[in-house]
């Protein structure tokens, strides 16, 4: 079967009680065994019962099946934000000592999370330029536990080659993580680039229309015990998983994801082409756009689309204020790959507490603003920006 109808025919994983053709809300905490045998079984890992909700869950198990029927993965796990998703995953990697290869050009909690918070636990950032092979190469150390990446940088729109990082790693034999929150996992297969764990921010495209906050761990077998860990130690220890709600919400969200995808990445095209037209915008920065310097790297990798966001550079930070504040249907809102259209300042706002120096090591520009662009009409969104820019 396509992955659209995988998307939207899921089988349960026991029969509902009341044939409901959707997954019900199992809105319990915890849930009764007939015996003590089964009760062992289910705590033991011997069957697959759910004993309790902080590591187990059916509406979950439901979304997390209908993932893994998506990517091919050996394991998915939905917990409660992205953040979520790439704390736990860093932590059940690294140990006290260890170092974590990755970017500058990263989303900006994943940043302070790598550069500041597991530093306390003394995990070591090395953070180098992805794209240049031969400084990945000397970052990797006998320390290393990961190289982490994302596909598409947020705001720089930089793209590094995984088959060249993937290689370095497994090398070394060291897993890779990416997260690939910028393009839905539906529209290429991150593995075959060599990717042991992909990381996702199921508040995007998934929740559909930013019902809530959602995160996945997509393992694909490759990395010896990471599985293991996550199923038997971080849920238990960390507390992370999703709950029963959002999972609801976001299986809903999953099953229309193709089609709403198709309508956002081909709106993103359009608009970078239209406003190329105007004058007051200095550069337009979209990798979909064949002029791009990673246009070609990211057709090989991720597919012909290349997402929903794009940025878009003006004169000076006044000029880039000014036009915020005139948008009339364009949401002033953070967020990416709603249903609306949004815009934001990354450098005033989600960077807005980093130092000067922090945000030009980051190249995140005073000039930058970021659009994620929606389900809206191609034209009205050209015709809001115009009148903004005037
Ligand atoms: C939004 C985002 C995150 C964080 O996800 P939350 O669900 O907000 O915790 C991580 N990575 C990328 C690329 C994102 O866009």
Redesign the pocket.
């Known amino acids: 079967m396509k992955k659209q109808t995988i998307a939207i025919h899921t089988q349960f994983q026991h029969r509902d009680a009341y044939n409901a053709l959707s997954m019900p809300v199992y809105h319990t905490a915890a849930y009764e065994f007939d015996n003590a045998s089964d009760m062992a079984d289910a705590f033991c890992g011997r069957s697959d019962l759910p004993d309790y909700s902080r590591v187990m869950n059916p509406t979950v198990t439901f979304f997390e099946n209908k993932v893994k029927a998506l990517t091919g993965a050996t394991d998915v796990i939905a917990v409660n934000?992205?953040?979520?998703a790439?704390s736990n995953t860093l932590m059940a990697l690294a140990a006290s000592g260890k170092n974590i290869v990755s970017s500058r050009h990263l989303?900006g909690?994943?940043y302070s999370l790598i550069a500041g918070s597991l530093l306390r636990f003394g995990i070591k950032p090395k953070l180098c330029d992805l794209t240049n092979v031969e400084a990945v190469e000397k970052a990797v150390d006998e320390q290393t536990c990961c190289i982490f990446l994302?596909i598409i940088t947020?705001p720089q729109l930089e793209v590094a080659d995984l088959k060249a990082l993937c290689r370095i790693a497994h090398e070394k034999g060291i897993p890779v993580v990416a997260?690939t929150?910028?393009i839905p996992f539906t529209e290429f297969n991150i593995h075959e680039l060599g990717v042991d764990i992909e990381v996702v921010?199921?508040?995007?495209y998934l929740s559909g229309g930013a019902t809530s906050?959602?995160?996945l761990i997509i393992d694909y077998g490759t990395c010896q015990g990471f599985c293991k860990r996550m199923r038997t130690e971080m849920l238990f220890n960390f507390g992370a998983y999703m709950t029963p709600h959002v999972a609801y919400m976001q299986t809903i969200g999953l099953e229309t994801l193709d089609a709403r995808y198709r309508v956002q990445s081909s709106n993103t095209l359009a608009l970078a082409r239209k406003l190329r037209t105007l004058p007051a915008i200095k550069s337009v920065n979209y990798v979909g756009l064949e002029d791009n310097p990673y246009h070609e790297l990211a057709q090989q990798q991720f597919g012909p689309t290349a997402g929903a966001m794009m940025t878009i550079d003006l004169a000076d930070q006044e000029a880039c204020f000014n036009f915020i504040n005139r948008l009339k249907l364009i949401r002033r809102a953070t967020?990416?790959f709603d249903s609306k259209s949004l815009a934001i300042h990354p450098a005033s706002t989600i960077f807005g507490n980093f130092t000067d120096r922090q945000r030009q090591s980051m190249d995140v520009l005073d000039t930058t603003i970021r659009l994620s662009i929606g389900l809206e009409d191609v034209d009205d969104l050209f015709e809001d920006i115009r009148q903004a820019l005037s």
């Open positions: 934000s992205g953040m979520a790439i989303f909690n994943t994302e947020n997260d929150t910028v921010s199921s508040t995007k906050i959602g995160g967020n990416l």
